[in-house]
């Protein structure tokens, strides 16, 4: 008498290397028939997916930056032409900003001259309101 | 005695060739590793993290004076990833919200197969298979999601599958068997309608 044939499950189940071990597909030729076109099926499910050739190399590069590890903010490629145009434009504001007006200054020709000076001085000491007060300054000073 | 050394001097050279060229090896690798995690994850964003995790990981352990030496980096590399992955699918577990597979995402990231590759029905199919099982594998544990989809879209053998996990054959055999059983419905549908 023949044995059983198999089922689709046990069949499968050869497929994952868990099926039975009796030696049926090597005698039945049915099965090993069915057992072939499951391999088959199992065969084209093989078939790799393709992954964007882009996604990799962006995903190679964030592997890179874990193996180098952290650096310091500034040393980031990334980061570093813009904080290089802030410093640039701080650069250029600093320098040209609005320059403080010039202080008043006396030109050397607008500068009194010494003689001009002690002449403007005698004159005064020797004004008519001074000359009034001689009486008082008088009464101050010691007779010789 | 002699081979055994030999074994070893082969294997550390290897491992020192993967330091010296690891962005070649990184490269080659990468994109069967991201694969592997999407599969595990069920979610395109969180894959993309993982498999940056098992690189670093990776490199931090080559790196290491005095880094054990590797017999099959591929599978070494595998077993990373995948660890990587338990660990992302365990954390869920205490997570209240749950994410669920963006598919919109995955579709900009998974771009359309090339004309050198098999045909667009077969194209079409896989990607059917994919869908259905990527939903299906939801419901199961980490460790049996781990192990159909070692075998089923990496297509390794029972005892890789112990090796990358960690665990025995017969306990990887018991995984296997249990997510098939959860997965019957699909698995059913699936073989036996493009099967006939």
Redesign the interface.
């Known amino acids: 008498m023949p044995a059983r044939h198999w089922t689709?499950?046990e069949?499968?189940?050869r497929?994952?290397?868990?099926g039975p071990e009796d030696g049926h597909l090597e005698e039945c030729g049915e099965c090993a028939a069915?057992w072939r076109?499951?391999a088959?099926?199992?065969e084209?499910?093989?078939?790799?997916?393709?992954?964007?050739q882009e996604?990799?190399i962006a995903?190679?590069r964030?592997?890179y930056e874990?193996?180098e590890g952290p650096r310091p903010v500034f040393w980031k490629p990334a980061l570093g032409v813009p904080i290089a145009a802030a410093a640039m434009i701080l650069a250029a504001l600093l320098l040209s900003g609005p320059k403080p007006s010039p202080q008043p200054t006396l030109a050397s020709s607008d500068r009194p001259k010494d003689a001009e000076l002690f002449a403007d001085i005698y004159d005064t000491l020797e004004s008519a309101e001074l000359q009034a007060l001689a009486p008082v300054r008088g009464l101050f000073e010691e007779k010789q | 005695m002699m081979g055994v050394m030999a074994g070893e001097l082969a294997a550390r050279q290897a491992s020192a060739a993967l330091v010296g060229d690891f962005a070649g090896w990184m490269q080659a690798e990468q994109k069967r590793v991201f694969l592997l995690c999407r599969r595990l994850l069920g979610d395109a964003d969180e894959a993309d993290t993982a498999t940056q995790e098992a690189f670093v990981k990776a490199w931090q352990a080559l790196s290491r004076p005095g880094a054990a030496a590797l017999e099959d980096p591929a599978k070494w590399l595998s077993r990373v990833a995948v660890n990587t992955c338990l660990d992302r699918l365990r954390s869920r577990r205490w997570q209240f919200w749950r994410r669920r597979p963006n598919q919109e995402d995955e579709a900009a990231i998974l771009a359309t197969a090339s004309s050198s590759s098999p045909t667009a029905e077969d194209q079409l199919f896989a990607q059917q298979i994919g869908r259905r099982l990527a939903q299906a594998l939801s419901r199961l544990s980490p460790r049996q999601r781990s192990a159909f989809v070692l075998r089923h879209y990496e297509d390794r053998s029972l005892e890789e599958i112990a090796a990358i996990l960690g665990l025995d054959i017969g306990t990887v055999k018991a995984h296997l068997a249990r997510a098939l059983a959860k997965l019957r419905v699909e698995l059913r549908d699936l073989y036996g309608r493009q099967g006939e």
């Open positions: 689709d499950d069949l499968i189940a497929l994952y290397g868990v069915r076109r499951f088959a099926v199992r084209r499910a093989l078939v790799e997916p393709e992954v964007s996604f990799l995903q190679r964030r592997i874990r193996i």
